[in-house]
């Protein structure tokens, strides 16, 4: 019930689904509800609140449970979001794999373990799957569905059915690969940024607005094959322009950063200045990004 769970339970809800939230601790479960609350309230008023039922009607669906038993009891569906630690996960699917049948869907929220790493060993290894959002998931709509070698097809076909039912826009992989694509993706921009902060080519904040009002902005909309695509008489044509120079670059590009010492530093201290790490200032820059995401999201629409 962290952010990741309370996140994915409001976005099950606002599908019109019926949603139990469990932790272990009591405390934890009620001020996750307490939060959701605030949260859907906050939505409604704004007029950014997902699906066709009211906050109320919404927030009616949910439930809290300590019980994982009791919890999954008559589920079709189960989005595990416990931290991002390998033992932990494989013992809750231990627990879970001992107690579920065979037509409910055991999904893991992780964001770089792999299937293989997760699910090999359990009964119910075919029903197992990787379901990896972004956070936060109530804004940012993309699921990588992540398939373990041996996962059925039917799984996969309805998990991504049911993500485009609750309004995600759920991508499949046909394989596992270290990173999913979009963390392989993001690690390649950080990386190239972070060496041509380190070169001295550039301020760390001027890196950033390279992206947020250069990149970002039409890759809000389109991806980086369909803008190649557009930018020329389409891809054909585009490569026979441009591959050469692309090569010419990417052929500059240096090794993996070690993302420590000295340049971890100069950024550490250019964020520091804009946004001080305190946690009520990187609250509110948090919530004034979510409002932002939320404007697009509506944009997009």
Known sequence: SGLIGRSWAMVFAAGGFKVK????????????????????????????LKGALSAEQQLALISICTDLRAAVEGATFIQECTPENLELKKKIFGQLDLIVGDNVILSSSTSCLLPSKLFTGLKHVKQCIVSHPVNPPYFVPLVEIVPHPETD???????????????????KLNRE?????????????????WRLVGEGLISPTDLDLVMSDGLGMRYAFIGPLETMHLNAEGISNYCERYREGMRLVLNTFGPVPEFSGEIEQKIHQAM????????????????WRDEYLAGLAKLKK
Do not use: C, H, W
């Not at 963390?183 to 190239?192: C, W």
């Not at 520091?272 to 919530?287: C, G, M």
């Open 177 to 193: 690969i270290e990173g999913f694509v979009l963390n392989r993706l993001q690690y390649a921009v950080i990386s190239e940024a």
């Open 272 to 287: 520091s200045e804009k946004i001080p790490v305190v946690p009520k200032v990187l609250d509110a820059r948090r919530k």
């Open 21 to 48: 939230l469990y932790d272990i601790a009591q405390q934890q479960l009620t001020t996750a509800l307490e939060n959701i609350r605030k949260q859907m309230k906050e939505l409604e008023e704004t007029g950014s």
């Open 153 to 171: 097809p039917s799984t996969t076909e309805r998990t991504y059915a049911l993500m485009k039912k609750i309004g995600q826009s759920p991508v």
